[in-house]
């Protein structure tokens, strides 16, 4: 799908609101009334120049006329689909297809592509492998294409479940306005330079003089506080370096020369038809610390019968370049490529032939908005011909000028279902960028994708965890360790890591709370977490240092879990004991093979045999909200063991004691079962839930959380900090 208004993206609004004046469907617009044949000549030819908006208001009025026309709601879908309204495109294109499907085969396509480039890829497979499965036009390449189309939507969906490092932002009022802004350049690191018409109202070019509303270079310097520049920017002025802009032509895409003697920029004018005519001109800045009057290249970069735009100058090796886009015919690989040209300052500062950057970046589609990243060899640039997320995608390559390698599409959140053109690095050593993008979130006149914003692009910081696996007991390094990171919220696993050492590195991007697990043969296995989300955009690189401990299996290992607690005389624990059951049921979870007894006791008041029954129903209870929890009956025992085995005295010197008490009355677990082989967590990064339980541990929790006494509101609670698995 090739679209001539992106030859300079701005252009796209320009042309498409180059005679809104018309005020279709109102009652001061003459052309209402005109009988249905010259209304659809006027319709037609409105079209034919450009007129995309109006246009849709006349076939719209025809449509009322006649509602089953199958052409009238075609022409409706282009339009809608030239103004880049997605939705209304799709649903068009299906209603002219259901009613004229012999004369419009390929709507289905049209429509498959809308819906994909509203971010419906699931519909928009549908409707692809519809139209695969349907199609009997005559051009077979068409099938060929709809294969790249889905499997696009496949790699979209993909790249949404696994978004790249970056967050990418609107760059805000004092840069954007409800037209469209292109070829951001940053000014070092504190301002940016860009192209504007600067204006947020409906453009009416008959009441509007054109230097009002032709683009234009502007610039915006970077907001500052007290301590770092920040990434928004103050209000936008305008360039006077040079005479570079002209209230005749629309200018943009600017580029300076290494060293910055020179100053590339594009001219673009209207022609017939409202076809666009683009020149790549250039200026030196002279002796007298003055920009010389800017001339347009040579014919060999500005060809005569195509148009030539979006200039970036660049050193690559010893070699000055200079790349563009054009439409040119000859040793084209169809629509516009990305062109080269070698600076010769021997030879009076001529141009050597532009040549094709080949087919590894050039392809039967489009190809524009070249970027030389020279630090690191890669050519950036734009394609709606390779496989892509929707429309046009940044793309990046290895290599150049001539040769190239490593074609990567840069996925989200760089790339959008929408059009995104223009990727240009910060100079800085965060490698920020700037994109522009029609995406949801730009300012808009007419719908929400019709018109492109410069956004920002903010690389995240590098977060990373750093660990070693140790031994409890030893304390030394455990070797051939199993170590894995899952989303601790989702559980979902995000990287496994095999250390020969005990030693390990995950990368945890910022927004996240992440669970990081130990798992070795003969080994309960250590838990801990950490969370990313306090963490910023701005915020330099970091890396957390973590120990995860694991426990050697042995018969006489314990542990407990506290915090169950039970209302006087009731077997059923309170609400507030859900935090370390769950604990549990996790534990469960991730151990499929082993197996608890659950043991419940009393303080030593009342009869045995009562209390005997009491701690049985205590048991039970906590065995049935495991098994609510999916954890199967056949795996727990449930053992009622009344007032035997205190861990506190009941009494001190014949008189009563709360405290002992109110620690007696508790619920164990214990592991039963071959052990060496299994797959065991526990949970030492929640000590309050799932715990080691050696004397000097339970002792030190003791001390540091008194228990309430019988007298208080839970008189007889069940497991209490320092429980314990004999």
Known sequence: ???????????????????????????????????????????????????????????????????????????????????????????????????????????????????????????????????????????????????????????????????????????????????????????GDTALLFSTMDQNKLIDPNMTKKKDYVARFMWAPKEFDRTRVKDSFEVKMKFNDGKFNDGKYNVGNGSWSPGGKRFYFTKCLEEDSLKVKCIIYSSEFGKGGQWTTPKALDMYINDAESSNTQPYCTMIGKKEVLFFASNRKLQSAGGWDIWYSVYDSSRGGSYRRPQNCGKKINTYGDENTPFYDNKKGKLYFSSNGWKNLGGFDIFSADGGPSRYTNLQNLGFPINSSADDLYYVQDPGAKDNAYVVSNRLGSYYVKNPTCCDDIYRVIKEP?????????????????????????????????????????????????????SITADKSGYISGRTTLSTTGKSVMDPDDTTMVTVYVHKITNDFEYHVQNVYYNFDNGNFQPDSYGALDSLVRFLTDNPSVSVEIRSYTDSKGENVYNDELSVKRAQAVMTYMQTKGIDRGRMIARGEGNKNPIRPNTIAGKDNPTGRQYNRRTEFRIIGELSEKHIIYDQNKPEYIDKSGNESRNKNLNADEPESDDNAQPDSGVLPGSRVE
């Open 462 to 514: 590098n977060f990373y965890v750093k660990g070693i696996v140790l031994d409890e007991s030893t304390n030394q390094p455990v070797s051939e360790t199993v170590i894995k990171m899952g989303d601790e919220i989702t559980q979902v696993l995000k990287d496994t890591f095999y250390s020969k050492n005990g030693n390990f590195m995950f990368y945890t991007p910022m927004g996240k709370n992440y």
């Open 1 to 187: 799908m090739k679209r001539k208004f992106l030859i300079l993206s701005l252009l796209t609004v320009l042309i498409n609101f180059g005679t809104v004046s018309v005020k279709a469907g109102n009652k001061e617009d003459p052309a209402i009334n005109l009988p249905f044949a010259k209304k659809m000549k006027l319709a037609n030819g409105l079209y034919k120049v450009g007129s995309f908006y109006t246009a849709e208001q006349y076939y719209a009025q025809l449509k009322k006329e006649q509602p089953r026309n199958p052409y009238i709601t075609y022409m409706i879908a282009e339009c809608f689909r030239m103004t880049r309204d997605y939705p209304s495109a799709a649903d068009f294109y299906l209603e002219a297809y259901s009613l004229a499907p012999e004369m419009y085969p390929e709507a289905p396509f049209k429509e498959a592509q809308m819906r994909k480039q509203n971010g419906d890829y699931v519909r928009a497979i549908e409707r692809f492998e519809f139209f695969k499965n349907n199609y009997k036009g005559k051009n077979k390449k068409m099938k060929i294409f709809t294969t790249r189309e889905i499997d696009g939507c496949t790699m979209a969906i993909n790249s949404l479940n696994e978004p790249g490092r970056a967050f990418v932002k609107n760059a805000g009022p004092n840069i954007n306005t409800a037209y469209t802004e292109l070829s951001p350049l940053p000014l």
